[in-house]
């Protein structure tokens, strides 16, 4: 018998949302629209089209594994040291270095429940005990999830906008759980969905990273930047923390590739504003529709909604995936009687929600 950490035992892989070729040969469909994964139904900025199509980098070389062309634009952009930037290969890899780096038998690790899937993931990998905070209306409860702070508590995990909820958190709260969280705990603020906050309130956080020598920013360029393909995440913090993190990561993470093609995403602002216009158009469809119908949604500040569908959601989604459309089904994010859809183009929403309306209106659902 091999000597498998006991954790491994019974652990499943990451179940990523179906892909659109083993959908298509399942039901024979020609068309199928992905609203499953939360990427950017804009793809990405034209500027990233006319790079690819004149690539000619020499793929025999490793990468720069400092990733610095891509590093010195980003801390600019920011307006940070670019000492306090951590690259990884997406946001996946930071939350899996910050867990191999803090987590262990012995300490816990705080956190919401439901919420991203891979800070629960990795922390049982590393053997930490999970403490687990029930949302409450879609939002972290951090008074809740303050006192299940103690002595062994290594890392909390905040995801603002929420995965799957999409709910921001409240600023005023959140601020005053940065101050109170002891020093020798790691916040992980992860904002996957930044680029698409479009809240008044919303305090940018890279302001905590001065004072905070215990917080870390996660952000992606898999989202409105629109190149999740490439993979491509990053983390801000304090230079020491990025220091005691760094020896974690492997050498060259980030492909030639990948580096350049973030670095070109990074320059089209407007593409990002523009996304941000056409999420926020295509969240009031969702809306709307939820009003229209009686179903409840959460105020989602991210590029994808949660909706109540008053159905199995798993039948929802078995149904919907007929009619060429793949979304996520609530069951498996911890949300029964919910479906998680990533906000499309206009034409997309509308479409999918005429399916879903034939969908719950042949069920009772909606009359
Ligand atoms: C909250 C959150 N964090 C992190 C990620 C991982 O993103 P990536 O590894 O593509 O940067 C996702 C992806 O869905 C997410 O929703």
């Given at each position: 018998?091999?000597?498998?950490?006991?954790?491994?035992?019974?652990?499943?892989?990451?179940?990523?949302?179906?892909?659109?070729?083993?959908?298509?040969?399942?039901?024979?469909?020609?068309?199928?629209?992905?609203?499953a994964s939360n990427?950017?139904?804009?793809?990405?900025?034209?500027?990233?089209?006319?790079?690819?199509?004149?690539?000619?980098?020499?793929?025999?070389?490793?990468?720069?594994?400092?990733?610095?062309?891509?590093?010195?634009?980003?801390?600019?952009?920011?307006?940070i040291e670019e000492?306090?930037?951590?690259?990884?290969?997406?946001?996946?890899?930071?939350?899996?270095?910050?867990?191999?780096?803090?987590?262990?038998?012995?300490?816990?690790?705080?956190?919401?429940?439901?919420?991203?899937?891979?800070?629960?993931?990795?922390?049982?990998?590393?053997?930490?005990?999970?403490r687990e905070v029930?949302?409450?209306?879609?939002?972290?409860?951090?008074?809740?999830?303050?006192?299940?702070?103690?002595?062994?508590?290594?890392?909390?995990?905040?995801?603002?906008?929420?995965?799957?909820?999409?709910?921001?958190?409240?600023?005023?709260?959140?601020?005053?759980?940065?101050?109170?969280?002891?020093?020798?705990?790691?916040?992980?603020?992860?904002?996957?969905?930044?680029?698409?906050?479009?809240?008044?309130?919303?305090?940018?956080?890279?302001?905590?990273?001065?004072?905070?020598?215990?917080?870390?920013?996660?952000?992606?360029?898999?989202?409105?930047?629109?190149?999740?393909?490439?993979?491509?995440?990053?983390?801000?913090?304090?230079?020491?923390?990025?220091?005691?993190?760094?020896?974690?990561?492997?050498?060259?993470?980030?492909?030639?590739?990948?580096?350049?093609?973030?670095?070109?995403?990074?320059?089209?602002?407007?593409?990002?504003?523009?996304?941000?216009?056409?999420?926020?158009?295509?969240?009031?469809?969702?809306?709307?529709?939820?009003?229209?119908?009686?179903?409840?949604?959460?105020?989602?500040?991210?590029?994808?909604?949660?909706?109540?569908?008053?159905?199995?959601?798993?039948?929802?989604?078995?149904?919907?995936?007929?009619?060429?459309?793949?979304?996520?089904?609530?069951?498996?994010?911890?949300?029964?009687?919910?479906?998680?859809?990533?906000?499309?183009?206009?034409?997309?929403?509308?479409?999918?929600?005429?399916?879903?309306?034939?969908?719950?209106?042949?069920?009772?659902?909606?009359?």
């Amino acid at each position: 018998m091999m000597k498998w950490k006991n954790q491994l035992t019974g652990m499943k892989p990451y179940q990523p949302g179906r892909s659109v070729d083993e959908v298509k040969k399942m039901f024979g469909l020609q068309e199928i629209v992905k609203l499953a994964s939360n990427e950017n139904p804009f793809g990405s900025s034209p500027k990233v089209h006319e790079f690819l199509a004149n690539l000619s980098a020499n793929h025999a070389i490793y990468p720069d594994g400092y990733a610095s062309g891509l590093r010195h634009a980003l801390a600019e952009s920011i307006g940070i040291e670019e000492e306090q930037l951590l690259f990884g290969n997406g946001s996946d890899e930071i939350i899996m270095i910050i867990s191999r780096a803090l987590l262990q038998p012995g300490v816990n690790t705080v956190m919401a429940t439901p919420t991203f899937s891979q800070y629960r993931h990795n922390a049982i990998i590393e053997g930490a005990q999970l403490r687990e905070v029930p949302l409450r209306n879609g939002a972290h409860d951090l008074q809740e999830m303050q006192r299940q702070i103690d002595k062994d508590t290594a890392v909390v995990w905040v995801c603002s906008p929420n995965n799957p909820t999409g709910t921001l958190t409240n600023q005023q709260e959140l601020e005053t759980f940065v101050q109170q969280v002891p020093k020798d705990v790691l916040i992980v603020l992860d904002e996957a969905y930044f680029e698409y906050i479009n809240e008044p309130t919303y305090k940018d956080t890279i302001g905590f990273i001065k004072d905070h020598e215990n917080v870390i920013i996660l952000r992606t360029f898999s989202k409105a930047y629109g190149i999740a393909g490439f993979r491509v995440g990053y983390a801000i913090a304090q230079q020491q923390l990025i220091h005691r993190l760094d020896p974690v990561r492997a050498p060259f993470n980030n492909a030639v590739i990948s580096q350049d093609v973030a670095l070109v995403a990074l320059q089209d602002s407007s593409f990002i504003n523009e996304c941000r216009i056409q999420n926020e158009k295509g969240k009031k469809q969702f809306e709307a529709y939820a009003a229209l119908n009686g179903l409840h949604i959460y105020p989602s500040q991210g590029n994808f909604v949660l909706m109540e569908v008053k159905a199995d959601s798993d039948f929802v989604f078995e149904e919907l995936m007929k009619k060429g459309y793949i979304i996520r089904s609530g069951n498996a994010l911890g949300t029964p009687g919910y479906i998680r859809v990533t906000i499309g183009t206009t034409q997309q929403n509308e479409d999918f929600l005429l399916k879903l309306t034939d969908i719950l209106t042949t069920n009772g659902v909606i009359a």
